[in-house]
């Protein structure tokens, strides 16, 4: 228990520090808010009475306390250029791409582990090279790359699916899915080899120690001694890489929303970073450090009730 | 071989032969695919509009924060959205005439002072109230003040009094101005019930199709006015939709895969790409927009004419159209109008001249390199459009040193900064508004630091001439001036581009701007 306790309150000091660097490199980014915001019909005058409004005279550690402190109370603050709640207008964005995230890890975890199981039990055969191969291949494309792919062979040349994935409320939860198949499986094919090797990685590590060895030699069957001997005691690294590619699945589908034109995070996060929108800006970083961190956390506490030896400390 | 296609051009109309064998047997008769898609559009047109349908457009220009309100209109999609489903008093036709829509007559006293615009009877808005004075009168006074903060703000400054009377509308001027009815057009002065005062963003208006949907910067839509008091000239399509695609490859390729009908934004160097695709038109035309480098008439060596002209001869008009263009576009003669404005009258094309470059240079006395500021941010292809001056530049023996500015802060520190720089302009709606804006001595934006006081005389004087013969003159003697001895080179008029599919019907491209002036979901069809 004091572990977990640990982990979670190294977790929150974390995101402490994230933020002050958020902050900071806010800061540094050239250009002034005011400036962009009034563009080529800027006055002298203008501009400072919209720095004043802003408050952007002030030091920035001040900022950074009033912007903290607005956080804590649920507060995201107002975007510059619409003069708009962040919280409200973000909330349908968050939904839109865990909702993404959500049916894309419902099909890539299962079937990255199935893999990795299936690499394993043929190692080194043909099956295993294929699957290795193909999962190697798709991870090496960037993700613009296989997004075109995809859009041109299913959506231009087969026109089985739409190649602009607008999801919008009130819309039929199948078409919908239909809707985020393209982009979902971008995100699959990314995401997949590494899940995939890692598995395939932590079971053969597992499978080169004695009891597994003792298992073989008493005549259990591979499938049997990979599902009852090795694959719990490899389940705290596999746990591992799912956590980290989950979170790449939230905070990492900028290019795909983008090209995909999928109302989500990343389309916004776009859209207001062309625009010098701190405050929005600032906003999403943190959901998104906030996310990383958080599945981190629960990878953390994962491995720690996998393993006997941490979960019962002499 | 013409005779034969348009014959099998109406067979697809009637749909007794599929699109995709027209195409076949066109290319088998060597006729080229643009040929033979733009036969079949003026068959389309021919055979008159269809009904029903959902008609949709994949734009480029529409942001999360985009708003119903017409004041705050700024992008491409609220532009386009706003024709759907507003109504104007007048629109601009396509050979840059006016067109009556709830005005019905537009009449001037004769010092062009006070207007006197009569409105369409028994026209009825979206939600059962019938548009009266008052209302036309109140979405003036609304856009005509400050606290509108509306985009239409600045052409309306102009405007001291505004009042109904009966089924007229009365607007005096502070000085005569004889477009007037042009900044009717304005696609901010959206008419709105008690023009907007109580809910400027409830979407409320006269035009031929009723808001439905309203997702900024994902999908707007809207569905079919049976009132329209338009009658058959718009609102073919049952419902009409707007998907914000700001990626310029996904837009393209949701045309192909059919899910919309029309995009905008078509970049040049994939128009011949994109061409080859079957069923999908290019939809271009040249507009007002331009590309240009400026030079402060009041700052050396810029203040000497001579080597203003030289820079004038050093520039290779058709190699910038094609190479930064792609040719979609058409060449600047150093004067801010072209045949997209009324009342345009036609100069002598200044052309490439070395030799004439050369001797105005030598003239001018002036000697060493001759520093010009650029960023990609001017216009697409600013930095490579530089390079090329730079080389035209040097076959007449001028050398010019080309530098590139960041991006940020272009238009604060550079533009309108600097004595020699790169820049693009918009265009404006009348001939009046772009040199008012841009070439009066008096104008915040005088980029060229132009202060030529026959010009302005000039200037007040055809803005309140009533006689368009005479006005059209004075606009043909004013661009001399500006062409002669303005500090601008304008190599080049940008085209509008954009892409219409199969099944859009009735697309004909309007030179006042992009996707048929906005007015394309409104007007085309959904063809069989």
Request: proline share 4%.
């Amino acid at each position: 228990m004091r572990l977990i306790a640990q982990r979670v309150a190294m977790g929150i000091l974390l995101l402490f520090a994230v933020s002050a660097l958020i902050f900071a490199g806010t800061q540094i980014l050239p250009g002034d808010v005011a400036a962009s915001i009034l563009g080529q019909s800027a006055t002298p005058q203008s501009l400072a009475n919209l720095r004043e409004e802003l408050g952007l005279n002030d030091p920035a550690y001040i900022r950074y306390f009033r912007w903290l402190g607005g956080i804590l109370t649920g507060d995201l603050g107002t975007a510059l250029t619409t003069r708009q709640d962040i919280a409200t207008t973000l909330g349908p964005r968050l939904w839109n791409t865990l909702f993404l995230a959500f049916w894309t890890a419902v099909v890539a975890i299962p079937l990255a582990i199935l893999l990795g199981l299936l690499a394993v039990r043929y190692r080194n055969g043909p099956i295993d090279k294929t699957i290795s191969g193909f999962a190697l291949a798709s991870t090496s494309l960037p993700e613009f790359f296989i997004g075109y792919l995809l859009i041109f062979f299913f959506a231009v040349k087969m026109q089985w699916f739409p190649s602009i994935s607008t999801v919008y409320d009130g819309m039929p939860f199948l078409e919908k899915l239909r809707a985020i198949v393209l982009p979902g499986t971008a995100l699959l094919l990314v995401v997949l080899a590494h899940m995939m090797r890692m598995t395939r990685a932590a079971i053969l590590n597992v499978m080169q120690s004695a009891y597994v060895e003792t298992a073989e030699l008493k005549g259990l069957s591979q499938l049997a001694i990979i599902r009852k001997h090795a694959f719990p005691n490899a389940i705290a690294p596999i746990v591992n890489v799912v956590m980290l590619n989950l979170a790449f699945l939230v905070v990492g589908v900028v290019v795909v929303e983008v090209i995909f034109v999928y109302p989500g995070m990343g389309q916004y996060l776009v859209d207001h970073v062309a625009k010098r929108d701190v405050p929005v800006v600032q906003a999403v970083g943190l959901i998104f450090a906030a996310v990383y961190i958080s599945l981190n956390i629960v990878a953390d506490i994962a491995s720690i009730l996998a393993n006997p030896r941490l979960r019962h400390p002499r | 071989m013409s005779n034969e296609l348009e014959f099998l051009s109406r067979y697809v109309v009637a749909g007794r032969l599929s699109r995709r064998d027209f195409l076949g047997r066109a290319a088998a008769l060597g006729a080229s695919a643009a040929f033979a898609n733009s036969l079949l559009g003026s068959a389309a047109r021919a055979q008159g509009p269809v009904k029903g349908g959902i008609l949709k457009a994949g734009l480029q220009g529409g942001e999360a924060t985009n708003s119903l309100d017409p004041a705050s209109f700024l992008s491409q999609v609220p532009f386009s959205f706003g024709k759907c489903w507003g109504e104007y008093l007048v629109r601009l036709n396509r050979d840059g005439s006016l067109k009556n829509q709830l005005a019905e007559e537009i009449g001037a006293s004769d010092d062009a002072k006070t207007w006197t615009m009569k409105i369409k009877q028994g026209v009825e808005f979206h939600n059962g109230k019938t548009v009266t004075a008052e209302d036309v009168a109140a979405t003036i006074t609304r856009h005509a003040d400050a606290n509108s903060k509306s985009g239409a703000l600045g052409i309306l400054t102009n405007i001291t009094g505004v009042k109904a009377s009966g089924n007229e509308v009365i607007v005096t001027l502070a000085n005569a101005d004889a477009d007037f009815p042009y900044l009717m057009a304005d696609y901010h002065l959206i008419i709105q019930p008690n023009g907007g005062k109580d809910n400027p963003t409830e979407g409320i208006s006269a035009g031929p199709y009723k808001v439905t949907v309203n997702e900024p910067g994902v999908r707007q839509g809207g569905e079919k006015f049976a009132n329209y008091h338009g009658g058959d000239a718009m609102g073919h399509a049952d419902q009409i939709e707007i998907i914000v695609i700001n990626d310029a490859t996904a837009r393209t390729s949701a045309l192909q895969g059919g899910q919309v009908q029309m995009i905008n934004r078509v970049e040049p160097k994939i128009v011949e790409l994109i061409k080859r695709v079957p069923g999908v038109t290019i939809q271009n035309v040249s507009g007002r927009g331009h590309y240009v480098f400026i030079m402060h008439c009041n700052t050396a060596p810029f203040d000497n004419n001579d080597l203003r002209l030289a820079l004038k001869y050093a520039m290779n008009r058709e190699e910038m159209l094609e190479k930064i263009l792609f040719g979609y576009g058409s060449v600047g003669n150093d004067f801010p109008i072209n045949a997209a404005y009324p009342l345009f009258t036609e100069l002598e094309q200044r052309t490439y001249d070395p030799d004439k470059a050369k001797f105005h240079y030598q003239k001018s006395g002036h000697s060493g390199p001759v520093l010009l500021r650029t960023s990609d941010v001017a216009f697409t292809g600013a930095v490579d459009a530089a390079q090329l001056y730079q080389q035209s530049c040097a076959a007449a023996g001028i050398t010019i040193e080309v530098k590139r500015e960041p991006g940020d802060g272009y238009w604060s520190e550079v533009w309108n900064k600097q004595p020699f720089s790169t820049s693009y302009w918009g265009g404006r709606s009348t001939q009046d508004q772009m040199y008012t804006t841009a070439y009066y001595s008096k104008a915040d934006w005088n980029d060229t630091r132009f202060f030529n006081e026959k010009f302005d005389q000039m200037l007040l004087a055809a803005r309140s001439e009533l006689d368009e013969a005479k006005r059209k003159q004075m606009y043909a003697d004013m661009a001399m001036i500006v062409r002669d001895e303005g500090g601008l080179i304008l190599p080049m008029f940008n085209d509008f581009i954009d892409a219409s599919g199969a099944k859009a019907g009735g697309f004909n491209v309007h030179p006042a701007g992009e996707m048929m002036d906005g007015y394309a979901l409104a007007e085309c069809w959904v063809a069989a």
